[in-house]
């Protein structure tokens, strides 16, 4: 949920009500705001790498049931230490894995230390560390995403009756509903979410036990420490689990971009119907900014950044396929760039969904200009030509004709007459006559839209279709979600029981 905070910009004074945090922190990124090291993300995914990889040890015999305990207790003071005052990282023992081997060894004083990177090689244990990194990023999305998708069904129901304009070429096209428009956004995302599980599912593997690539002698039980880690098994040819380092990323950032282009279809969406030129919606005074200069200024900073972190992604992903492409099998020391550029990504655009949810919740409406738009331009044309067509046994093609000749010689009423459509039938010698409570009917929004009651289309009983088939979707969702948080949370709980 977001917060606001009181009115302290230099065009605080123009809005009704204070900034949100979340969207002041979303639009200004990085301009006042550090980044830490990239390994203080991995510090509570080495330390759970080594609690279960000293659990497996101890259980195959390659150290005592003392060796873990004193093992367990170092890394659990660590754990507590980085939670409360935080961990620091020494840049001279190169990363995470090192400094913490060294706080065990050293620090600690604990000569079992000095045996905990049996049967393994940095190379799988940063390979694990990543899966577990990447699987609570990723569950930090989707989750989110199925917030939006509910705020946006939500709002979708109380505007399933709402008349607007749509468009095609950036032109008015055809008459639809707020509702239709709305549940055409949830059932993009609801896509997302699906390729975004499918993803996860990927990655829930353990690489753990690959050791530099090739195995290892000791012998060792990767099912077990798969199990302590929460993984649904074991990524089996130990080869392949490093070689495949940045391909997860890759997929990751593939599925977010896909993710961040719907966003940002619905961000210019929200950007253009919101201006005073169209003034069809209204954004919250707590999702926009101001201007320095101009006073009047209501500006959605939120979405323009969502369109541009969306380019953002698609550098991320173009450099993570270039990163792993052509790579001899085994690991490469370039891969570690994967592992900045996932975390930039997921930094940059993780808050996006949980922001326009927000914005979507608060989102108004403006239903009568709506409807008086939507009754401008000839919206109508297509379905008159179409109502012709039905009702006369017509080709649609020359009832086309008929309705071109009757918007030309309607363009000064602004709304197809009963004249202009009767000298079009006239002209074309075509036997068929148009009554003018007919052309009442025709000119009539909601008449239009209620037959448009097919699958998937505008009408209030396809659009309620629509939201509780989605709804359903997401349920299914969360469900699987849900599943997946249970194992992991139980996987945790075991290996940290004491912290």
Not at 174 to 180: D, E, L, R
Not at 215 to 236: C, D, H, K, Q
Not at 267 to 293: A, C, E, H, V, W
Not at 478 to 484: D, E, L, S
Request: proline share 3%.
């Amino acid at each position: 949920m977001s917060t606001q905070k009181s009115i302290s910009q230099v065009w605080g004074s123009r809005l009704g009500a204070s900034p949100d945090d979340l969207n002041l922190e979303f639009c200004s990124g990085r301009d006042v705001k550090a980044l830490p090291m990239a390994d203080e993300k991995l510090i509570k995914y080495d330390i759970w790498t080594n609690l279960a990889h000293a659990e497996m040890l101890c259980k195959t015999g390659i150290i005592s049931d003392d060796e873990l305990d004193e093992l367990k207790g170092a890394l659990l003071d660590l754990f507590q230490q980085s939670e409360s005052s935080g961990f620091e990282l020494d840049p001279d023992k190169e990363d995470i894995h090192i400094n913490v081997e060294h706080f065990i060894t050293h620090t600690k004083g604990i000569a079992a230390g000095k045996k905990i990177h049996s049967g393994r090689s940095r190379n799988d244990q940063v390979a694990t560390d990543m899966r577990l990194y990447l699987r609570e990023e990723l569950m930090g999305v989707i989750e989110p995403l199925g917030l939006l998708v509910e705020s946006i069904l939500e709002k979708a129901a109380e505007q399933k009756e709402a008349i607007m304009p749509g468009f095609t070429h950036y032109q008015p096209a055809m008459i639809t509903t707020a509702g239709h428009w709305l549940t055409s956004w949830s059932q993009a995302l609801l896509r997302d979410i699906a390729r975004l599980i499918n993803t996860f599912n990927n990655l829930n593997l353990s690489p753990l036990g690959a050791a530099a690539s090739f195995g290892t002698s000791w012998p060792i039980n990767r099912e077990y420490s798969a199990e302590l880690l929460g993984f649904e098994g074991v990524e089996e040819n130990t080869l392949d689990c490093i070689t495949s380092r940045g391909e997860l990323e890759a997929e990751i950032a593939s599925g977010i971009s896909m993710m961040m282009n719907h966003l940002s279809v619905i961000s210019q969406d929200l950007i253009l119907l919101s201006t005073p030129y169209y003034n069809m919606l209204k954004i919250d005074d707590r999702f926009i900014t101001g201007s320095s200069i101009m006073p009047q200024k209501r500006n959605p900073d939120f979405a323009e950044v969502i369109r541009g972190k969306a380019a953002f992604c698609h550098g991320a992903l173009t450099s993570l396929l270039g990163i792993i492409k052509g790579s001899m099998s085994g690991y490469n020391k370039d891969i570690q760039i994967s592992k900045y550029l996932i975390m930039d990504l997921f930094r940059e655009c993780s808050p996006a969904p949980p922001l326009l949810a927000e914005v979507i919740k608060s989102l108004e409406f403006k239903n009568d200009e709506m409807r008086k738009l939507a009754e401008t331009d000839f919206m109508n044309s297509a379905d008159f030509a179409d109502w012709l067509a039905r009702k006369h046994a017509l080709p649609f093609r020359e009832c086309y004709d008929l309705l071109s000749l009757a918007v030309k010689y309607s363009e000064a009423s602004g709304k197809i007459t009963h004249e202009a459509i009767c000298r079009a039938i006239e002209e074309n010698k075509s036997e068929i006559s148009v009554s003018r409570e007919e052309i009442e009917m025709i000119n009539k929004p909601s008449s239009l839209i209620n037959r448009k009651n097919h699958t998937g289309g505008p009408a209030v009983s396809s659009i309620e279709s629509m939201i509780e088939n989605q709804t359903g979707r997401l349920a299914g969702y969360r469900n699987q979600i849900a599943g997946k948080k249970e194992r992991i949370e139980s996987a945790w709980r075991r290996c940290f029981s004491g912290a």
